[in-house]
């Protein structure tokens, strides 16, 4: 998807059913998967399992950076943003929907801050 979609899902927090990630192209197919399963198990199975592993470790090594690095770009961007004045404003008004009634309950919880 694009950077205003990208931007729309992320701010709004949104639930996206089957039929919508389906159409935006974030899963490939979203239909029932009896046949299709069948199908691909089936060619796949003519492949060596060399083969197999060999593609899937050069598509991983591209396309899927590790959890470690997801995790910590995730938290860096996120103490980047809460530590703006605008940010210390609005977690006031955010907390209770989280369920954080006071600083103090945040920090306890999350252990930061």
């Given at each position: 998807i694009g950077r205003g979609r990208?931007?729309?899902?992320?701010?709004?927090?949104?639930d996206i059913d089957s039929a919508m990630a389906e159409r935006i192209r974030w899963i490939n197919h979203a239909s029932a998967l009896t046949d299709y399963v069948q199908t691909l198990t089936a060619c796949i199975a003519l492949f060596r399992p060399a083969?197999?592993?060999?593609?899937?470790r050069e598509v991983n090594v591209v396309g899927r950076p590790s959890k470690e690095l997801l995790i910590r770009k995730s938290q860096d961007v996120f103490d980047a943003l809460?530590?703006?004045?605008?940010?210390?404003?609005?977690k006031r008004a955010f907390w209770p929907i989280r369920g954080y009634e006071t600083?103090?309950?945040y920090r306890r919880v999350t252990g930061r801050l």
């Open positions: 990208a931007l729309e899902y992320v701010h709004s927090a949104q083969g197999i592993a060999t593609a899937k809460v530590g703006t004045p605008a940010a210390q404003c609005r600083l103090q309950t």
